[in-house]
């Protein structure tokens, strides 16, 4: 028998955990842990109320990150892989529609025509390219990532502040794609938000102190195979994977940040507008430079 093994979750008992309820003192894993006034509690035990006198709000089910407790803890996750999908069919019903929402920082589709591109204001391309896919295998792997990263630190986060990740860690991977790749290299995918999750997931397991090992050892391959990849025929795009990777992780530094009230809020929801400030900063540059 092992006797160092972590105890399991009393609602999910194949997930060890080193977190207990504050009140009842059972394991909880960090789907089920609630932020209080001090520690964690369990869903139950925060819906059975202090017995304060407080509205009926401040008892609300909070996750780790202090976002509400949803009943579908992975909605979001879906509807992004819903939309990832949709996008992969209409490209491949209307591959007009590559073009237009790729991302491209400055080219010219045939002589004569006019000059397309972030560069020339098509700034949608940054986000846009994020969720266009156009081989079944991109889209297919890409979207398995994003179900077993992203579900999971949806939980931990909730929906609003996970949403807050996604999105600006893809925006951070294309800002760094825009600033280091020729302008007229196409990139597309949602790999850079991936790894924002993934960066974002070391932080939130170095936030719980959980073994670390298994987390960066699974890094560290990643990382291998987008410097190395397999095959030598697949063009990955090392810059969307660095930049997702760190402006994930600088996200999760913010909203994880141990705090309460007020103050927390101010500290998520700020760190989450200076990354985009830095965002807009790196492609502002880059545009001044091809202009």
């Known amino acids: 028998m092992d006797t160092d093994r972590l105890p399991g979750c009393y609602r999910h008992p194949d997930r060890d955990t080193g977190i207990r ?9 960090p789907e089920c842990m609630i932020s209080a006034s001090v520690g964690f509690q369990c869903p139950e035990c925060v819906r059975g109320g202090s017995g304060t006198g407080h509205r009926p709000t401040a008892n609300a089910p909070r996750t780790l990150a202090g976002g509400a407790v949803a009943t579908d803890p992975q909605l979001i996750t879906k509807i992004l892989i819903g939309i990832n ?31 397309e591109g972030v560069s020339t204001g098509q700034y949608h391309r940054l986000l846009t390219s994020v969720f266009l ?9 890409n979207m398995l990532g994003l179900w077993f990263i992203g579900g999971p630190l949806e ?10 990740v996604y999105l600006l860690s893809g925006l951070g991977g294309s800002a760094l794609v825009y600033l280091l790749t020729p302008p007229n290299t196409p990139t597309l995918g949602a790999s850079g938000a991936v790894f924002g999750l993934l960066g974002a997931t070391v932080v939130l397991a170095r936030r719980l102190r959980y073994e670390m090992r298994p987390l960066l050892t699974a890094v560290v391959l990643m990382l291998v195979l987008t410097f190395v990849p397999f095959g030598g025929s697949l063009n990955v795009s090392w810059q969307a994977h660095i ?3 760190v402006t994930g992780a600088l996200l999760a530094l913010g909203l994880l940040r141990p705090a309460a009230g007020r103050n927390r809020t101010l500290i998520q929801w700020g760190t989450c507008a200076a990354v985009f400030l830095l ?10 430079a091809l202009t």
């Open 243 to 245: 930049g997702g990777l």
């Open 155 to 164: 939980a931990a986060l909730g929906r609003a502040r996970y949403l807050a």
């Open 21 to 29: 309820c504050t009140r009842c003192e059972r394991p909880i894993c």
């Open 85 to 115: 999908v949709a996008v992969f069919l209409a490209a491949a019903v209307f591959p007009a529609l590559v073009i237009q929402l790729e991302l491209l920082g400055r080219y010219v589709e045939y002589v004569g025509a006019p000059l």
């Open 133 to 141: 896919h156009v081989e079944w295998w991109h889209v297919i792997g």
């Open 279 to 288: 965002v807009a900063a790196v492609v502002a540059v880059r545009t001044a």
